[in-house]
């Protein structure tokens, strides 16, 4: 009978101490060039777009809304997303800081200027010209739905 009951402790510590370390090793590391964010909004297939957080939820991220991210992640993820379209969702995930942060150089005139800069690019290799070229990537670890839907001008 001891021994016995010595066994069910002990499996059910090795079960504790599985579930403990399962749990710890879901929220990676963030590394130093990147930060984790929290942001309310829409998405449509891979895009999401950054909408106001709902009045009773906290304010978790300086992110103004109308922003736009490219959802990067698990493949479950993404699809549980996606049946998630026309309803506000919070998306978590990891995001490089000097994407967050926005373009640099001097706001003049209603543009940015920007002193130094690359090296020239052809014609048919322009960046400027690629309209997912400024869009930030946040790769998802997370997701939870929010009340409410989406506001109609952001989708």
Sequence with gaps: MRLACARAIAVGGVCVLMQASGLMAQERPVPSD??????????????????????????????????RFRLNGPKEILQAIERREGTLIEVTGLVRKSQVNGPGGIAI???????????PQSPTNDPSRDPMYNVVVIDVESWRQLPGDCPSQSR
Excluded: L, M, N
């Excluded at 209603?110 to 130094?116: A, F, Q, V």
């Design 34 to 67: 990147s930060s984790r964010i929290s942001i309310p909004g829409c998405s449509k297939d891979r895009q999401f777009v950054t909408a106001p957080a709902p009045e009773d939820e906290p304010i978790r991220s300086e992110i103004q809304p109308g922003r």
């Design 109 to 119: 005139a209603g543009g940015r200027i920007r002193i130094g800069g690359a090296v």
